[in-house]
T-cell receptor
Framework: GDSVTQMEGPVTLSEEAFLTINCTYT??????LFWYVQYPGEGLQLLLK???ADDKGSNKGFEATYRKETTSFHLEKGSVQVSDSAVYFCALSEDAGNNRKLIWGLGTSLAVNP | GAVVSQHPSWVICKSGTSVKIECRSLDFQATTMFWYRQFPKQSLMLMATSNEGSKATYEQGVEKDKFLINHASLTLSTLTVTSAHPEDSSFYIC?????????????FGPGTRLTVT
């Protein structure tokens, strides 16, 4: 069945460092891909998404490109801030374009130190 | 907009008792809500899909008599863990689906930590 694999955390970075959180997937069809973020004490929030190959999702300085050839959707940010400390989840949905039925990765905890 | 709340945020109960968790969409109506369970260091597991005015649809392996779901209004769904046991201790997360013309988005609550002693 479909699955999502993301790098284990925790990831600890200094402020202004470059961030990459790896995410790869297996799917039978052409899924939509998502990154969610969970700040301490808050609910999961959609960070960005991509619905087809070569699409790039971006939001709040974060980017991820849907790479069909490598079945990947790595999350990147050029310069992290302390406020980016959170848990990041990669997810996919086979339901075209939306997040009706999500398959989740394990989550990667990010801590950014000043 | 699109805020989903859960109550309580954490609860401790004794083995054999029942616990009810509420999920509310505060600023939109949701015909569909979802209940997830998250174990430490594991991904979210969808337990059931709750549809307003009808019976919930449970995922394979989830005991419907154990986890009672009621979606009595367009803004409220409840999950009742009946005769709770320590293995039911977990983090429970709900989400509510907001739909529009050609759009569909799930919004998540902050979760409820259940500890059964």
């Amino acid at each position: 069945g479909d699955s999502v694999t993301q790098m284990e955390g925790p990831v600890t970075l200094s402020e202004e460092a470059f961030l990459t959180i790896n995410c790869t997937y297996t799917a039978t069809g052409y899924p939509s891909l998502f990154w969610y973020v969970q700040y301490p004490g808050e609910g999961l929030q959609l960070l960005l998404k991509a619905t087809k190959a070569d699409d790039k999702g971006s939001n709040k300085g974060f980017e991820a490109t849907y790479r069909k050839e490598t079945t990947s959707f790595h999350l990147e940010k050029g310069s992290v801030q302390v406020s980016d400390s959170a848990v990041y989840f990669c997810a996919l949905s086979e339901d075209a374009g939306n997040n009706r039925k999500l398959i989740w990765g394990l989550g990667t905890s990010l801590a950014v130190n000043p | 907009g699109a805020v989903v709340s859960q109550h309580p945020s954490w609860v401790i109960c004794k083995s054999g008792t029942s616990v009810k968790i509420e999920c509310r969409s505060l600023d939109f109506q949701a015909t569909t809500m979802f209940w997830y369970r998250q174990f430490p260091k594991q991904s979210l597991m969808l337990m059931a899909t709750s549809n307003e005015g009808s019976k919930a649809t449970y995922e394979q392996g989830v005991e419907k008599d154990k986890f009672l779901i009621n979606h009595a209004s367009l803004t409220l769904s409840t999950l009742t863990v009946t005769s709770a046991h320590p293995e039911d201790s977990s983090f429970y997360i709900c989400s509510a689906a907001r739909t529009g013309f050609l759009t569909y988005e799930q919004y998540f609550g902050p979760g409820t930590r259940l500890t059964v002693t």
